[in-house]
């Protein structure tokens, strides 16, 4: 118990000085220049290229294939029991 009291006790004073050295350093210290950049008047132009690809139709595929009818049959049997038995 002793040997906590003493290393408090010598702690303490130098915790002192770190906090009022801070409080000083805040106190004493300039705020910053207020040159924060304002929007633009006008926006910039387009910055990014753009590609060569056509636009996408409506009627354009995501590439998907035909399934294999097996598959379109367990898809089929998957959405009944969905639809009879919920998630």
């Keep these: 118990m002793q040997r ?10 130098g915790v002192v000085l770190l906090l ?4 000083v350093n805040a ?12 929007p633009a008047e006008t926006m910039p132009g ?16 995501t590439g998907q294939t035909n399934s294999d009818p097996t598959v379109k049959e367990m898809n089929e049997d998957a959405k009944r029991k969905i639809d009879r038995e919920g998630k």
């Design 46 to 61: 387009q910055t990014s290229v753009p590609n060569d690809r056509p636009s996408a139709t409506r009627t354009q595929t």
């Design 4 to 13: 906590k009291i003493k290393t408090l006790a010598l702690l303490l004073p």
């Design 20 to 23: 009022s050295m801070q409080a």
């Design 27 to 38: 106190q004493s210290s300039s705020p910053p220049p207020a040159t924060a950049p304002r």
